[in-house]
């Protein structure tokens, strides 16, 4: 789950940018010459950050900026799934940031998004027969 620190401004990246990155270490990964199979892979989307987030480095709540990129993410990723045939998984639709900083998730959401991408990586390696 990579692309909230992307959306800050002193980064300058887009939200197509921040996918693009993504997939490309994506691709990366699967195409490493150690597998004996494809890997199956979860690309996992992060949730929204809110327009109260802060760039600790510059010390400036940059509001609303981040906030627009991080919401963009999601059907980015979700694309870009699609053509590497891997799984996806929206953060966003079972966690939300902590409203301390608008950026991390606090105790309670990292314990439902660690259940929740359980769940998933259950269901990935599930065998064919069971799934139906």
Not at 6 to 12: E, L, Q, W
Request: aromatic residues 6%.
């Amino acid at each position: 789950m990579l692309g909230t620190n992307d959306c800050k401004m002193r980064f300058g990246a887009s939200a197509k940018n921040i996918a693009s990155g993504m997939e490309a270490l994506v691709r990366m990964a699967i195409s490493t010459p150690v597998w004996t199979a494809t890997p199956k892979v979860l690309l996992i989307s992060p949730p929204p950050m809110t327009p109260k987030c802060f760039d600790e480095t510059s010390g400036e709540e940059p509001g609303s900026i981040c906030s627009e990129k991080s919401c963009q993410l999601a059907p980015l990723y979700e694309k870009a799934a699609e053509r590497l045939g891997c799984a996806f998984f929206d953060a966003g639709v079972k966690v939300q940031v902590s409203g301390i900083d608008g950026t991390h998730m606090d105790e309670i959401a990292h314990f439902t998004m660690a259940t929740a991408v359980m769940s998933r990586i259950r269901q990935l390696f599930q065998p064919e027969k069971e799934k139906r």
